[in-house]
């Protein structure tokens, strides 16, 4: 009969259900628990989710406006005058457009790590 269960099948079972009551046997968790720590698990995700979204996107803002503030100064003080007045010192003006990069790189990058610190504070996850 397709119903039944066969002897082995039923032996496991009856050792599955043994196991709970055996006393050496490990306190098996709370359900209610369970299902409380995987709605708290969700919740820091959706957090964590929404906290990367929102950073990717004042980074972005802040990016480009760091950029257009760094190109308005560099046209505003005559950068690219000064590097073409100086094409016979190309490593002078290799090293001025490094050193540039660098502090605008090294700008965004604490300007952006002091962003994610302040929302990490508000979040209450830091």
Not at 111 to 120: E, H, P, W
Request: aromatic share 4%.
């Amino acid at each position: 009969m397709p119903n039944e269960i066969s002897q082995e099948d039923g032996a496991a079972e009856q050792h599955l259900r043994s196991l709970g009551s055996l006393p050496a046997a490990p306190a098996l968790p709370d359900p209610d628990l369970l299902w409380m720590r995987a709605q708290i698990l969700a919740r820091e995700e959706a957090t964590l989710k929404a906290l990367r979204n929102a950073t990717l996107a004042r980074a972005l803002r802040y990016g480009v406006v760091a950029a257009g503030s760094a190109w308005l100064f560099m046209e505003g003080a005559g950068v690219d005058a000064w590097l073409q007045t100086t094409a016979p010192m190309a490593s002078i003006k290799t090293a001025t457009l490094a050193a540039l990069c660098a502090a605008l790189l090294l700008s965004a990058a604490i300007v952006g790590r002091s962003f994610v610190a302040q929302r990490l504070r508000d979040l209450g996850l830091l």
